[in-house]
């Protein structure tokens, strides 16, 4: 698979391991990254059918969003180093990040550190007691990511640009709530189209339902991948 499709992630947000696995086939070479969250995390199947897809070939982001004391998450992130897994979140505190970043050490894990939801608002901020509107959050937790060392962050594209001018080349830039020009933004408040999220900075983008709610979820794929290419050049 090229560059491009591996900065491509399709969220395999459904409640089963044949919903799952369907969507797999359906997508067949088209993908090589997928990202398993609480849905099917929870429903009791994620985990091994993520154990699963690793052992085909394929990459897996376990989206589990960790928020715990030291301890617990040093443990839950050794077990899930464990697995293979490419990429994992954690909230992004410093004390949690810096659990993360210990447990995964000396193991293929990028623990990316989750800022804001792109589907939260300045106002949404405020009514969560913060006294910092959504791009000084995430600039300042973006910059604790870099501090404490880990592999990236989470962020809408409408702060991948600052948030690359804060943390080291190296780190991810994990961008979801994308949306491809014209669909719907569901209940998205900061989505971007593909092309132009990467021209902002984002290193890999989520989508889930303009892929996976397609009567075609491969060509859907593939149309996404088409407009990711117009950034290529300018990434």
């Known amino acids: 698979m090229s560059e491009v499709d591996d900065r491509l992630i399709v969220a395999l947000d459904v409640s089963s391991r044949t919903e799952a696995q369907n969507l797999v086939e359906q997508l067949d070479d088209s993908v090589s990254f997928y990202k398993i969250g609480y849905q099917l995390f929870y429903a009791g199947e994620g985990l091994a059918f993520g154990k699963e897809l690793i052992a085909a070939?394929?990459?897996?982001f376990f989206d589990l969003k960790l928020f715990d004391i030291e301890n617990t998450v040093e443990k839950a992130v050794v077990a899930?180093?464990?697995?293979?897994?490419?990429?994992?979140?954690?909230h992004a505190y410093p004390k949690v990040m810096g659990a993360a970043a210990r447990a995964s050490a000396g193991s293929d894990l990028k623990i990316l550190g989750v800022t804001v939801l792109t589907s939260y608002d300045d106002d949404d901020m405020m009514n969560a007691g913060y006294?910092?509107?959504v791009a000084g959050i995430v600039?300042?937790?973006a910059h604790q990511a870099g501090l404490v060392g880990i592999g990236g962050v989470v962020?809408?594209?409408?702060?991948?640009?600052m948030v690359k001018t804060l943390m080291k080349p190296d780190m991810a830039i994990v961008t979801p709530g994308i949306r491809p020009q014209g669909a719907s933004t569901d209940e998205q408040k900061r989505s971007m189209s593909p092309s132009e999220a990467l021209a902002q900075g984002a290193t890999h983008l989520v989508?889930?339902?303009p892929i996976t709610a397609e009567q075609s979820p491969k060509a859907a794929a593939q149309l996404?991948?088409?407009?990711m290419n117009a950034a290529t050049q300018i990434v």
């Open 57 to 60: 070939g394929k990459k897996v």
């Open 80 to 90: 899930l180093a464990q697995t293979g897994a490419s990429f994992l979140t954690v």
């Open 131 to 133: 006294d910092r509107d």
């Open 139 to 141: 600039g300042l937790r």
């Open 155 to 161: 962020c809408s594209a409408f702060e991948a640009g």
């Open 207 to 209: 989508v889930g339902r």
């Open 224 to 227: 996404i991948r088409v407009d």
